[in-house]
């Protein structure tokens, strides 16, 4: 049966739980709110599917292959202000809608947590929208897809690496059918579930509200180059708005403090994936196509699979434009290599378990003069009309200093 020595080694992708054939794993939050599986020895017949299925204990060699790559926009301004960067995810999604498909993605249930859903109407897409800095539950999410599978219904499931490989090793020979399409994106890390809840209760009494609505890359206020945290109320209205290097949840994420350990040194970082579809931020579009720098946000589309490229293929109502691969992952740190977990990760999580926000933010994430300075100095930049040209230097530096061009 599973046993996880290292917390390091339990993505928490839920295939062990979802495998086992009589229901003795069940996955548990630990004391930094991440799920592990918890074996019920008792109930246990030591089949061993749970060892056999688990994407970390059994890595999977990377294959290069060849890739197409794409720079995307959706055309509906709308959509594309909802979406993270250029709305690729809800073009793809609408499609297999289109031809009579579900779509399972993360959203928020009535608590503003963040856990794995269905949608199977267009209109239903809106909730998967926006990028949402916290690990999804995937709850049973899993073994509906298998059913659904079996039944021969179209089914596209987008989640980060780590969820795109459990699902498809938990699948197994099911994933051999045109009616399953994996959508995964560069994922930098997911934070604590635990950490996200009392970030938004601390938010609810500070404010006074019951929230409606968080979306953590906002553009309305400052444009996609330097999209903020926004907070709604539940008639909609604006409660709050602040950039990533002002609101302390942003802050923590950004500062590698609150994030899974197995992100750390995550197995799922790599260019040719399992997915059949990659999506990332494209912060460097003026660089790769000039005349698509709107600051409304671009999608890079990476596509691993003939299916991937069956479906993107079928993407016409948009605007996209075709990029050489190598040329697309240029520079993009987070696509192949985990990010460093900062040295006081183990001091801050303990006062993440013990502590509410408001002590944790007194003694990690004061707003002091450093903090202040930086906020002032963003805004001046952007009322000066300068952001954008900055931003678009740090890119090209990130670009020129490229640490392989195989990447
Ligand atoms: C936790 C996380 C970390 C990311 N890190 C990076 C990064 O370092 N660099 C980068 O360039 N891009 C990163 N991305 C991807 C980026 O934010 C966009 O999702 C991507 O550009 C696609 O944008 P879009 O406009 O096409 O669709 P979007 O509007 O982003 O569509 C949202 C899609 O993301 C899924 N999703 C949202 N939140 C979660 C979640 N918590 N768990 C699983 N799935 C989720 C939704 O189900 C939906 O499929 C990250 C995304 C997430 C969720
Ligand atoms: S060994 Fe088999 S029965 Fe035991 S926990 Fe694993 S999957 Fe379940
Ligand atoms: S990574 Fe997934 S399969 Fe492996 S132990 Fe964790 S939850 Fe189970
Ligand atoms: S960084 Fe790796 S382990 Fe962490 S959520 Fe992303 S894919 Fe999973």
Redesign the pocket.
């Given at each position: 049966m599973i046993k996880i020595e290292r917390r390091e080694d339990c993505s928490g992708c839920t295939a062990c739980a979802s495998i086992c054939p009589v229901d003795a794993i069940t996955m548990r939050p630990d004391a930094e709110g991440f799920q592990y599986p918890k074996v019920n020895e008792k109930k246990c017949i030591e089949c061993h599917l749970c060892e056999r299925v688990c994407p970390i204990a059994n890595r999977k060699v990377e294959q290069v292959k060849k890739q197409d790559a794409y720079l995307?926009q959706l055309k509906n301004k709308t959509l594309r202000m909802?979406?993270?960067?250029?709305?690729?995810?809800?073009a793809i999604?609408t499609q297999v809608i289109r031809e009579g498909g579900v779509v399972y993605?993360?959203?928020y249930d009535e608590d503003l947590q963040?856990i794995?859903m269905r949608a199977d109407s267009i209109e239903d897409l809106r909730k998967?929208?926006?990028?949402?800095?916290?690990?999804?539950n995937l709850g049973n999410v899993f073994r509906e897809i298998r059913d659904l599978l079996k039944e021969n219904q179209k089914v596209c499931f987008?989640?980060?690496p780590c969820?795109v490989e459990g699902i498809k090793s938990f699948l197994g020979k099911l994933c051999i059918t045109d009616n399953l399409l994996l959508?995964d994106?560069?994922?930098?890390?997911?934070p604590s579930p635990l950490f996200w809840r009392k970030y938004i209760h601390w938010q609810e009494k500070r404010l006074s509200v019951k929230i409606g609505n968080v979306r953590f890359?906002d553009k309305r206020h400052y444009g996609y180059k330097y999209s903020q945290m926004v907070i709604t109320d539940e008639n909609g209205g604006e409660r709050y708005h602040q950039g990533v290097e002002s609101d302390p949840y942003l802050r923590a994420f950004f500062s590698n403090l609150s994030d899974r350990p197995s992100c750390y040194s995550c197995a799922f970082k790599k260019r040719y994936r399992e997915s059949d579809i990659t999506?990332?931020?494209c912060f460097d579009v003026g660089l790769k196509a000039k005349t698509l720098d709107d600051d409304l946000?671009t999608?890079?589309i990476l596509v691993q699979s003939e299916r991937g490229a069956e479906w993107i293929a079928k993407l016409k109502d948009d605007v996209m434009i075709p990029i050489e691969a190598n040329k697309c992952v240029a520079g993009?740190r987070?696509l192949v290599r985990s990010v460093p977990q900062a040295e006081n990760r183990a001091a801050f999580m303990k006062d993440v378990a013990d502590k509410d926000m408001q002590e944790i933010i007194n003694i990690w994430l004061p707003v002091n003069l450093r903090i202040k300075m930086k906020t002032f100095l963003r805004h001046g930049l952007i009322d000066l009309g300068l952001y954008s040209f900055l931003k678009k230097l740090l890119m090209k530096r990130r670009l020129n200093r490229n640490f392989d061009s195989s990447y």
């Open positions: 995307f909802e979406s993270t960067s250029g709305g690729a995810f809800t999604a993605g993360a959203a963040v794995h998967f929208r926006n990028s949402k800095y916290v690990q999804s987008s989640g980060t969820q959508v994106f560069v994922c930098h890390a997911v890359r999506l990332w931020d946000g999608t890079n993009m987070e």
